[in-house]
């Protein structure tokens, strides 16, 4: 059985701690990983531009990497949503790559996902004991459909207060580009987002995708607010080690 | 655009005109106070039909296979209405439709007309094109009436004043009454029907829209709340009704569907106060309604759609407003920002679609993070986040695209279609940061960061990425994996198996794919 990572870009380059906590993770529930070098990024940020081209060069490089894996694991729904929802659609006119594409998505899941469908695991064996709100990541939650998951995994982690954020499913104003082209729409949504969170009073923000977190909490840093953001892996790992009687 | 197109925001482009929208504190309210009431309301109905998914698949089923063969029903629709002696025009144009009305009401000599509210009238700009004539035309749906005496355009599908709140609204009432009037609901309504009831007496013509017109019967079906369009369709002596072309229904037990997603989407009610069918003018066994009676169906770009795989879908909307309520960016720009007659997610993909021109797009579809949110409230499933990326790439395609994008693309592709090239690209970052980093993150508001650090800070890159820690990671995790490995194979194993062998998640198209992982992904209810 062959297990790879699909660590992807933003992960590698900016968040690397996220995608060690998640191969602990795995590792520790006797997933032996590995992690094909020559993978870059899904082409997200190209495609939701509208450069399909430029976007099938970088996905090329998943479907090769990924070629004989069994399994493709990811720290992201938005990600493993773009190889779901688009992948099809992005190599429709390939029929060659076309089944490469449809192979990769049968195999590729969201970290939550894997461990909860794939495995059985909802109790990582992980304490916490803070307050915690969660905020689902859009493509995660709508392109991929993961919504229990990760509420299953967070609810068997001892000493964890989980309080509810208010219109959690509401955007957290990222979108890739669009943070950076329609600015003040994007910063008017993540202040919004920001001001529910502090409104919870919780202590950690918790997500499953790094553009939200980078989002989330460059805005909380930028308005010098303490909350922890947090990806899922990033919180279950510390709280594994945290447990000293595992 | 002129100030009639766009209500009364100014600037140019949707990111303009937004920024103008987010500094105006009263609409942003009034928007997001009515928007979070509206979808919660949505929420509740839904949730309390019990079957809403079944029902939502049976809405789609019946508009895609509508609009599939509009061709059929569209004939049968007219053949049907002009057997019980309804005129029915075709109008290819939004000039064509205007053209149309007005040669009848010149023809009627009428002199004031009744209104009831339609969105295709705004398309069209009707009733500018009535005051050229000389025709004091009337809007008698409340929300319309104040958007007409503010002179503005609807800044919502279906609630065209969502912008102003009581106290402006006040405002505008009282100076139509020569009165100072309270700002209290129940005041302002009466004022308001009062001055209509005289105008509904006087009317030499009405003129409605079409939520759904029955192709079996060639009748025309509306809702309201205010039983003012039957006011409008049983007083005056001609009726004039404006029709989508894609307004059209096979039968009568579709409406059933229809009925009940459309309310429930809209405003949460588990019906519409008033539907009314009409089937004809009056007959003369009727106690009311038109002696004449004219249906005009509107093209204006619908039929563009028709046979396009990535925009057909959009002929499905039952403009239900849903997707407006659900949209973070619509909460926050409200609807002139859109700049067109349809407004949020609908609007940003509509728009565009209808006028077919490329120049005009860019802007607009960029205002939206993709989100998803309106695909997952439409009642009839319409997949608007995928349309907004075809419409970016159509962009693309026909060349009108700012240059510093195209560069920054060309970047992406040379880095990441290699990963050596990413590499050294990281490289590269970590060197270029060193001056621009304090406390391991970065303020300054240059280059692509200059928006994003107007409301953020960002991360410096950490020295080492995930793929410079692999080898040592890897040693790591060796250890972790031991005794337990051949537990998670069988795990894994078993999933596969359960899953069956001939696991194939795509044979339905791209937009909604059926669960690929024990029937997760694709299709998103709430
Ligand atoms: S696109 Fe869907 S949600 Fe939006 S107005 Fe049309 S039917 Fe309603």
Redesign the interface.
């Given at each position: 059985?062959k297990?790879s990572l699909f660590?992807t870009?933003l992960?590698?380059?900016?968040f690397?701690?996220v995608?060690?906590a998640m191969?602990?993770l795995l590792?520790?529930?006797?997933?032996?990983?590995e992690?094909p070098?020559?993978?870059?990024?899904c082409?997200q940020?190209?495609?939701?531009?509208?450069?399909?081209?430029?976007a099938r060069?970088?996905a090329?490089?998943l479907l090769e990497a990924f070629a004989d894996s069994?399994?493709v694991i990811s720290p992201s729904g938005s990600c493993t949503?773009m190889i779901?929802?688009?992948y099809?659609?992005l190599f429709?006119h390939d029929p060659v790559l076309l089944a490469e594409a449809?192979r990769l998505?049968?195999k590729t899941?969201e970290f939550s996902?894997f461990l909860v469908?794939?495995?059985?695991v909802t109790d990582v064996g992980a304490v916490f004991p803070y307050k915690v709100t969660y905020h689902p990541s859009?493509?995660g939650?709508?392109?991929?459909?993961?919504k229990e998951e990760p509420l299953a995994l967070l609810s068997h982690v001892q000493g964890l207060e989980l309080v509810p954020l208010p219109f959690a499913?509401?955007?957290c104003?990222?979108?890739?580009t669009?943070?950076?082209?329609?600015?003040?729409?994007?910063?008017?949504?993540?202040?919004?987002k920001t001001d529910h969170i502090i409104e919870t009073e919780a202590e950690v923000l918790v997500s499953l995708d790094m553009g939200c977190l980078?989002?989330i909490?460059?805005?909380l840093?930028?308005r010098g607010n303490p909350v922890r953001a947090m990806h899922l892996a990033e919180l279950l790992y510390e709280g594994v080690k945290a447990n000293v009687h595992a | 655009m002129s100030t009639h197109d766009t209500g009364h925001s100014a600037g140019s482009t949707v990111k303009e005109r937004a920024k103008i929208a987010l500094n105006d504190e009263f609409l942003v309210n009034a928007v997001k106070y009515t928007t979070e009431k509206l979808r919660s309301g949505k929420h509740t109905a839904t949730a309390d039909h019990g079957e809403w998914e079944t029902w939502r698949e049976r809405g789609r089923q019946i508009r895609l296979h509508t609009i599939a063969h509009l061709d059929y029903y569209l004939t049968q629709f007219a053949r049907n209405a002009r057997a019980q002696g309804v005129h029915v025009h075709f109008a290819a144009t939004a000039q064509e439709a205007v053209d149309l009305t007005m040669a009848i009401a010149k023809h009627k000599q009428a002199k004031t007309v009744v209104k009831s509210k339609s969105m295709v009238s705004e398309e069209l700009h009707i009733n500018k094109a009535f005051e050229e004539l000389g025709i004091e035309s009337i809007e008698t749906d409340l929300g319309e009436y104040i958007i007409q005496l503010a002179d503005e355009t609807p800044s919502h599908i279906i609630i065209p004043a969502i912008h102003k709140n009581r106290y402006q609204i006040a405002d505008l009432l009282s100076k139509e009454a020569g009165e100072t009037l309270a700002p209290d609901t129940k005041i302002l309504a009466g004022f308001a029907r009062r001055k209509l009831r005289e105008k509904f007496l006087e009317a030499d013509i009405g003129m409605t829209g079409c939520n759904f017109a029955i192709a079996s019967t060639g009748s025309i079906v509306i809702f309201e709340n205010e039983g003012n369009a039957r006011m409008v369709s049983t007083v005056p002596k001609t009726q004039i009704t404006l029709m989508g072309m894609e307004r059209i229904i096979p039968t009568w037990d579709d409406l059933e569907v229809m009925s009940t997603l459309l309310p429930r989407s809209a405003t949460g009610q588990k019906l519409t106060v008033y539907m009314s069918g009409i089937t004809g003018p009056r007959r003369e066994a009727d106690g009311d309604g038109p002696e004449e009676m004219h249906v005009i169906i509107i093209d204006n770009g619908r039929s563009q759609q028709l046979g396009d795989p990535e925009f057909q879908e959009l002929l499905n909307c039952i403009r239900c407003g849903a997707c407006l309520n659900v949209c973070p960016v619509y909460r926050h720009i409200g609807g002139h920002s859109y700049g067109g007659t349809y407004s949020g997610p609908i609007g940003a993909v509509l728009t565009p679609a209808l006028k077919g021109n490329v120049a005009e797009w860019d802007d607009i579809a960029n205002a939206s993070s993709l989100c998803g949110a309106c695909w997952e409230a439409c009642p009839v499933k319409i997949p608007l986040h995928d349309m907004l990326i075809y419409l970016r790439r159509r962009k693309v395609e026909s060349g009108y695209t700012a240059a510093d994008e195209k560069l920054g693309m060309k970047g992406f592709r040379y880095v990441m279609s290699d990963h050596r090239k990413l590499k050294l690209a990281l490289r590269a970052g970590k060197l270029g940061q060193k001056f621009l980093v304090r406390d391991g993150f970065i303020k300054a508001r240059i280059g692509p960061l200059k928006g994003w650090n107007a409301y953020r800070q960002v991360p410096a890159l950490p020295s080492k990425s995930f793929r410079d820690s692999w080898k040592h990671l890897d040693q790591e995790l060796e250890q972790e994996v031991g005794a337990k490995q051949s537990e998670a194979e069988r795990k894994m194993r078993e999933y596969l198996e359960r899953r069956g062998p001939s696991h194939n998640g795509h044979s339905e198209s791209h937009t909604s794919p059926s669960g690929t992982h024990g029937n997760q992904g694709g299709q998103p209810h709430e």
């Amino acid at each position: 059985m062959k297990v790879s990572l699909f660590i992807t870009c933003l992960s590698d380059a900016m968040f690397p701690r996220v995608g060690e906590a998640m191969a602990h993770l795995l590792a520790r529930h006797g997933v032996k990983l590995e992690f094909p070098q020559t993978q870059t990024c899904c082409g997200q940020p190209a495609f939701n531009s509208g450069y399909f081209d430029e976007a099938r060069a970088s996905a090329r490089t998943l479907l090769e990497a990924f070629a004989d894996s069994d399994f493709v694991i990811s720290p992201s729904g938005s990600c493993t949503g773009m190889i779901h929802h688009y992948y099809p659609k992005l190599f429709e006119h390939d029929p060659v790559l076309l089944a490469e594409a449809n192979r990769l998505v049968d195999k590729t899941f969201e970290f939550s996902q894997f461990l909860v469908q794939v495995l059985g695991v909802t109790d990582v064996g992980a304490v916490f004991p803070y307050k915690v709100t969660y905020h689902p990541s859009c493509h995660g939650s709508r392109l991929l459909g993961v919504k229990e998951e990760p509420l299953a995994l967070l609810s068997h982690v001892q000493g964890l207060e989980l309080v509810p954020l208010p219109f959690a499913e509401d955007c957290c104003g990222f979108g890739g580009t669009f943070a950076v082209k329609m600015c003040d729409i994007s910063g008017a949504m993540v202040t919004e987002k920001t001001d529910h969170i502090i409104e919870t009073e919780a202590e950690v923000l918790v997500s499953l995708d790094m553009g939200c977190l980078l989002n989330i909490s460059g805005n909380l840093r930028y308005r010098g607010n303490p909350v922890r953001a947090m990806h899922l892996a990033e919180l279950l790992y510390e709280g594994v080690k945290a447990n000293v009687h595992a | 655009m002129s100030t009639h197109d766009t209500g009364h925001s100014a600037g140019s482009t949707v990111k303009e005109r937004a920024k103008i929208a987010l500094n105006d504190e009263f609409l942003v309210n009034a928007v997001k106070y009515t928007t979070e009431k509206l979808r919660s309301g949505k929420h509740t109905a839904t949730a309390d039909h019990g079957e809403w998914e079944t029902w939502r698949e049976r809405g789609r089923q019946i508009r895609l296979h509508t609009i599939a063969h509009l061709d059929y029903y569209l004939t049968q629709f007219a053949r049907n209405a002009r057997a019980q002696g309804v005129h029915v025009h075709f109008a290819a144009t939004a000039q064509e439709a205007v053209d149309l009305t007005m040669a009848i009401a010149k023809h009627k000599q009428a002199k004031t007309v009744v209104k009831s509210k339609s969105m295709v009238s705004e398309e069209l700009h009707i009733n500018k094109a009535f005051e050229e004539l000389g025709i004091e035309s009337i809007e008698t749906d409340l929300g319309e009436y104040i958007i007409q005496l503010a002179d503005e355009t609807p800044s919502h599908i279906i609630i065209p004043a969502i912008h102003k709140n009581r106290y402006q609204i006040a405002d505008l009432l009282s100076k139509e009454a020569g009165e100072t009037l309270a700002p209290d609901t129940k005041i302002l309504a009466g004022f308001a029907r009062r001055k209509l009831r005289e105008k509904f007496l006087e009317a030499d013509i009405g003129m409605t829209g079409c939520n759904f017109a029955i192709a079996s019967t060639g009748s025309i079906v509306i809702f309201e709340n205010e039983g003012n369009a039957r006011m409008v369709s049983t007083v005056p002596k001609t009726q004039i009704t404006l029709m989508g072309m894609e307004r059209i229904i096979p039968t009568w037990d579709d409406l059933e569907v229809m009925s009940t997603l459309l309310p429930r989407s809209a405003t949460g009610q588990k019906l519409t106060v008033y539907m009314s069918g009409i089937t004809g003018p009056r007959r003369e066994a009727d106690g009311d309604g038109p002696e004449e009676m004219h249906v005009i169906i509107i093209d204006n770009g619908r039929s563009q759609q028709l046979g396009d795989p990535e925009f057909q879908e959009l002929l499905n909307c039952i403009r239900c407003g849903a997707c407006l309520n659900v949209c973070p960016v619509y909460r926050h720009i409200g609807g002139h920002s859109y700049g067109g007659t349809y407004s949020g997610p609908i609007g940003a993909v509509l728009t565009p679609a209808l006028k077919g021109n490329v120049a005009e797009w860019d802007d607009i579809a960029n205002a939206s993070s993709l989100c998803g949110a309106c695909w997952e409230a439409c009642p009839v499933k319409i997949p608007l986040h995928d349309m907004l990326i075809y419409l970016r790439r159509r962009k693309v395609e026909s060349g009108y695209t700012a240059a510093d994008e195209k560069l920054g693309m060309k970047g992406f592709r040379y880095v990441m279609s290699d990963h050596r090239k990413l590499k050294l690209a990281l490289r590269a970052g970590k060197l270029g940061q060193k001056f621009l980093v304090r406390d391991g993150f970065i303020k300054a508001r240059i280059g692509p960061l200059k928006g994003w650090n107007a409301y953020r800070q960002v991360p410096a890159l950490p020295s080492k990425s995930f793929r410079d820690s692999w080898k040592h990671l890897d040693q790591e995790l060796e250890q972790e994996v031991g005794a337990k490995q051949s537990e998670a194979e069988r795990k894994m194993r078993e999933y596969l198996e359960r899953r069956g062998p001939s696991h194939n998640g795509h044979s339905e198209s791209h937009t909604s794919p059926s669960g690929t992982h024990g029937n997760q992904g694709g299709q998103p209810h709430e």
